[in-house]
């Protein structure tokens, strides 16, 4: 190896030179995946700067070999990062990785073709069609979202890029009836478990952020939105003059997996001729399990639905499946047409017909990856079957996990769970519930200590005032063990806690 | 192998499993680049529904060997495919790919972990902080653009995602002095050669349609802006009571490869309080050259800058830079700041100064891939020394095929070649400019009939009215030899083409 001859002309796609380079990756990765569990979950080290003075401030002038590369990642990177793939990773929600996922990332990584136009690589994007509608059928999405239904889907990054596109779609609608000016006037309607990308969404888009409508949530109704909360706040805008644009259905809320009854709410938007998206991002995955489909049910009055396999569908980041009922409305906010694309192919191609989607104009950016390989090995690999038996034992290890909960008098469950997601805390000492800055500090206390340890990481959620811990299962390697381990931590920390906060309450007695 | 037993539980993160998966998958990658120059470069078959006619309607029940699937591959998909990493890939604009791109990819797949706050991987917001101040070094970028001269940088995926932001920023800057309302009135100024990127974005944003000014160059300014050309529309909607908000100069055109003139253009944008961006998504790579860097002059007046380490700088995709000279005024637009992020570290991870950059702040998605790492993989493989030689040959290549196409009569160069880029088309057979529509006739026949052969890929633009053939150098494994051949092919199939244009001619007389 070392550094490249600068005589010697650099063949940086040489099969020799990708297999070296990628060995070497490999071989680091099995080690990584054989070590990670024994990692603290979260960054030990969280000293900001750390990584910065530990770097050159220039880059190299000459070439180095791989196993340098490596060294210094295992040295001063992997130290430094929160293992998102530990089997002990709770936190947020999961972001799944798999040797079918890495697989296919590689296979799109490697062919690094760009079907961001049908002729630009025909079988790409055809591929990404087919792979979109496979998807749509495993999760009993009506038929008007697949592409022999008169809709379909595409594959984008995120959320907050379907969320985009589909505002701007939504908007365009409206402003193309209304003119440009009413663009101050419209109106989003999101709950207050809504997703914030949301928000920042709609202030892409030009929506004015005072036109941003927050509704509240409550216990009573599982933290869900309720027909006659979005009906009040879609009433009292239409009375000030604003035209109610979008609605945000969500199955599945991020911080206390709730879900908003999508036919109740999606008939009342209808009403008002608002564009109504359904959010499935982490909770979609379930839905390849029947049981948990009665969740979507409703979607056929949605404009939009989107999911994100890169949580808990076993697809390394980045993936989000986006799918319309109508293109033609996407299509007409996001298309451009220049003259540099008009190439060969692309006018004999047939574009519209449904065979031949230009992607470019269904999502935010004109270049894209071949993402579609990658979610298509996935399905190959583990078959539908696989996939719920995947998602069907993190939900039993969650529910492992809350009944010990409920059934252990010191903690209390705050939210039902519906899918693999355990809200938590420990109860009020004093058995009334309006002690909760009390409650708050020792539960703010139990969580630090856990991720502290090193063997768990949880993040926490505030609702009604109330600090909660979230054990969110669904790691890729998660498994029942795992969430028991995690309990038992869970009651040691908390017995230490608890003890503590007694000694320093009798002290100020 | 065989499909997966229901009542063995998936070890998808299993070390032999990512072994065996991944495996497979380097074996195929290695074949496919031993054998890329083979295929025929633009896919060969281009019957729109072949590849959704030979797949399933519905995704498999079980489980598959991963060989199976790269049957299928080889099989359904390759043939439906345009070769992107071919050395004969002269369309659009290179997309490199490198063994260490590969590798970084694999790096940051495999490891995939989430850096969008600084808490959620330290080690990998710090990098990526690191590497994009490596990037601004290399290409001469004034300080301001570095984190330590107040400025800084981000890696997002594309250019339009980079522009979308920008416009965000100079938008809400304008709003907040001017109010919502006026977002009717603001402008957006580029050349009739500046990427359709920028007005997909202006519209994304909410910048009326009416409102996205296309300033007509001319080959006297080279294709490029002119100061005087700026003033003259500015004026005018300044008279309109119109405001002027941003300002796209770009470094290499899509059409051309021409240059607008950073320094004067950026001068007069400043007058009138303009945000300027700076694109160099293609030609940006040339700057890590010393010969390049004065096409960046003016750099200094840009308020943004962005180039496409994916285009040509043998990273695979996706990687665009972006960097801020005011890093507040792009958080500003883009920050949310729900409950369910407010978590252990991020409050003491000290967000604000300029060590913990909390990433999701600095683009439209709130999650991210690492794609730091991947850059600084090749960064270290490479050096800067050796992406000057990979520039510098696809220049020269460049160079000679431009020489050739001047030295033979039948063919013109249409635009001055400034970087790997060569525009030309044969030129009018009377020796007059006015018969375009038979000169562009024959052109499209030359280009037509050259793709057709499979053994190279092009594409057109139209400039004046005229039809003109792009040679885009600079595929990663393009070399001279490769322009040679693709030289002596056109001139064989030129020879063709005017002796059966000569016929029709003459038969038509």
Not at 226 to 248: H, N
Not at 249 to 264: F, K, N
Not at 401 to 406: D, G, I, P, T
């Amino acid at each position: 190896m070392g550094s490249l001859p600068l005589d010697l002309p650099m063949k940086p796609l040489d099969p020799h030179a990708i297999a070296g380079d990628s060995q070497a990756i490999l071989d680091f990765l099995a080690e990584y995946y054989r070590d990670v569990d024994k990692f603290p979950v979260r960054a030990a080290d969280m000293e900001p700067g750390r990584v910065r003075k530990l770097l050159p401030e220039a880059a190299p002038e000459h070439g180095e070999p791989m196993e340098h590369i490596l060294e210094d990642v295992r040295r001063d990177i992997l130290p430094g990062l929160t293992h998102w793939q530990s089997p002990r990773f709770f936190a947020f929600f999961p972001m799944n990785a798999s040797s079918a996922g890495l697989a296919g990332e590689m296979l799109s990584v490697g062919l690094n073709v760009v079907p961001f136009v049908w002729a630009a690589s025909p079988a790409a994007a055809e591929l990404e069609s087919v792979v979109v509608d496979w998807m749509a059928r495993l999760f009993g999405l009506p038929r008007r979202f697949l592409f022999s239904g008169g809709g379909g889907g595409v594959l984008q990054g995120s959320t907050c890029e379907a969320v985009v596109c589909t505002l701007a779609a939504a908007r365009d609608g409206a402003l193309g009836r209304l003119g440009h000016e009413a663009i101050a006037r419209l109106v989003v309607y999101a709950s207050d478990q809504t997703h914030a990308t949301f928000q920042k969404g709609a202030r892409l888009v030009g929506i004015p952020p005072s036109n941003f409508r927050v509704i509240k949530t409550s216990a009573a109704s599982g933290y869900g939105l309720t027909a006659e909360a979005v009906r009040a706040a879609v009433d009292r805008d239409v009375g000030l003059g604003l035209v109610p644009l979008y609605l945000c259905a969500t199955v599945g809320t991020t911080g206390l997996g709730a879900v908003d009854p999508v036919r109740e709410i999606g008939e009342e938007a209808r009403r008002h001729g608002m564009w109504v998206h359904l959010d499935a991002a982490y909770a979609g995955s379930a839905a390849i399990c029947p049981e948990f489909q009665d969740y979507l049910d409703g979607a056929e009055l949605a404009d939009s639905v989107s999911m994100n396999p890169h949580k808990w569908f076993l697809t390394n980041m980045d993936c989000c499946c986006l799918w319309v009922a109508r293109p033609r409305d996407l299509i007409s906010a996001l298309s451009t047409d220049p003259e540099y694309l008009k190439n060969v192919g692309a006018e004999d191609g047939g574009a519209g017909t449904p065979a031949a989607v230009d992607y470019k104009d269904w999502q935010i950016s004109m270049t894209r990856r071949f993402r579609a390989i990658k979610l298509w090995v996935i399905l190959r690999r583990y078959g539908a079957a696989g996939m719920r038996a995947h998602i069907r034992r993190h939900v039993a290890a969650a529910k492992w996990f809350e009944q010990r909960v409920a059934a252990d008098e010191r903690f209390e469950v705050v939210a039902p769970r519906r899918f693999s997601l355990v809200c938590f805390r420990l109860a009020p000492r004093s058995g009334r519930d309006d002690d909760d800055d009390d409650t708050n500090h020792v539960n703010r206390d139990l969580l630090a200590a856990v991720n502290a340890s090193g063997r768990a990481f949880m993040t926490h959620f505030v609702v009604d005032g109330k600090f909660v811990i979230r054990l969110a299962v669904g790691g890729a390697s998660t498994e029942l063990q795992h969430v028991m381990e995690v309990w038992d931590l869970l009651q040691a920390i908390a017995a230490e806690v608890l003890h503590r906060h007694s000694t320093i309450q009798r002290n100020e007695l």
